[in-house]
Nanobody
Framework: QVQLVESGGGLVQAGGSLRLSCAAS????????MGWYRQAPGKQRELVAT???????NYVNSVKGRFTISRDNAKSTVYLQMNSLTPEDTAVYYC???????????WGQGTQVTVSS
């Protein structure tokens, strides 16, 4: 059974930092592109950042220079370091794994990030 378990969300003031973690089990971590998405109230879910096994990363423009995605392949865990947070970053953040061969997607349950002004 595939499980993606997120942690690290919470309430933070604008300008603060949070680090999200996502521990994966039931999948071959090395054959999945790992990513973080977010969904704010009334908005569509959007891609925040992705990371491949080879170290390639991609970010949505709004978080470039503030967020960093990283992965520990030995621990099957992906992280999202979020700095200089703004209220516009408030959303439920979801961990995603996409198999590079089948393109099958797996999702975590989501973790709430709230940034107060």
């Amino acid at each position: 059974q595939v499980q993606l378990v997120e942690s690290g969300g919470g309430l933070v003031q604008a300008g603060g930092s949070l680090r999200l973690s996502c521990a994966a089990s039931g999948i071959s971590f090395s054959t999945n592109v790992m990513g973080w998405y977010r969904q704010a109230p009334g908005k569509q879910r959007e891609l925040v950042a992705t990371s491949t096994i080879g170290g390639w990363t991609n970010y949505v423009n709004s978080v470039k220079g503030r967020f960093t995605i990283s992965r520990d392949n030995a621990k099957s865990t992906v992280y999202l370091q979020m700095n200089s947070l703004t209220p516009e970053d408030t959303a439920v953040y979801y961990c995603n794994a996409q198999n590079i061969a089948t393109h099958r997607n797996y999702w975590g349950q989501g973790t709430q990030v709230t940034v107060s002004s």
